[in-house]
């Protein structure tokens, strides 16, 4: 039996028990060549619970950190599981906004822990909550290709269908997510009446990586009024770059 058929099988026989969470990563890992891995639980309303981590020391400690506290929030993965169809494969690249690459968050996570590309699978599992595996590569290898998500996308419908029928079986669970509400949007510590609900909404959008002309095309507004927005949320805030902003972004969460 190859590496999937062993991985397959092995999924099944965990179903309803409590290595199911790691037998699916490992069907998934099985087909994809990758440097680091992790499953997590995504919800609509608590912070991200890992299940599984089969990570690199420097990417444990950003995930147990900064991304656990708040920056998960702006992770492309987590925002396409809030709002696109699912299930779904991709790489990382395919679903971030233009601008991605020059954002704080990418500088702060990818650069620092030696990732050079990233790839996620998204399952749903009920009641507003998605699975997601995460599949790196450290710098110095080749980032995934449209093969790798293929290889994937064939193994889909076996997760999928295995997600669904052992969340059916008695006291089942991939994980609780934890009682700590998440924020759904860009607070600050400052009074509420700081930041309009549309430069809210920029700065979730800045934050995300959107460059300006991405964020005039996501609004429907022209780049002038872009810049307009920038400006008075920079002044309100009293910060000068994006850098600042994503600072206060953390410190709005007391990371």
């Known amino acids: ?97 233009e601008g991605f690459q020059t954002s704080e968050y990418y500088r702060r996570y990818f650069s620092r822990i030696g990732v050079v590309d990233m790839m996620g699978i998204l399952v749903p599992a009920g009641k507003g909550a998605t699975v997601f595996m995460s599949f790196s590569r450290s710098s110095g290898h080749n980032r995934f290709t449209a093969t790798d998500v293929r290889q994937l996308e064939q193994l889909m419908p076996v997760m999928a269908a295995a997600v669904k029928r052992h969340l059916a079986l008695p006291d089942a669970a991939i994980g609780k997510a934890g009682k700590s509400a998440a ?26 990586g959107h460059s300006t002309k991405s964020l005039a095309a996501q609004l429907a507004i022209s780049i002038e009024t872009i810049r307009v927005h920038r400006r008075h949320i920079y002044a309100k805030l009293s910060v000068s770059s994006q850098a600042q902003l994503f600072h206060w972004f953390l410190a709005s969460r007391g990371i």
Request: no cysteine; glycine share 6%.
């Open 1 to 97: 039996m190859n590496g999937i058929g062993t991985a397959t099988a092995q999924l099944i026989a965990a179903l309803g028990t409590a290595r199911f969470a790691d037998r699916l990563l490992g069907l998934a890992a099985s087909a994809v060549i990758h440097d680091a891995a992790a499953l997590i639980l995504f919800s609509e309303d608590a912070r991200p619970l890992v299940a599984v981590d089969r990570l690199k020391p420097a990417e444990r400690g950003y995930l147990y950190g900064d991304y656990i506290s708040g920056v998960y929030l702006l992770s492309p993965f987590y925002r396409l599981a809030r709002k696109a169809p699912l299930p779904r494969v991709a790489r990382i690249m395919d679903v971030a906004p």
């Open 183 to 208: 924020p759904r949007h860009v607070q600050s510590r400052a009074p509420a009446s700081a930041l309009t609900s549309r430069e809210a909404q920029v700065v979730n959008l800045i934050l995300e």
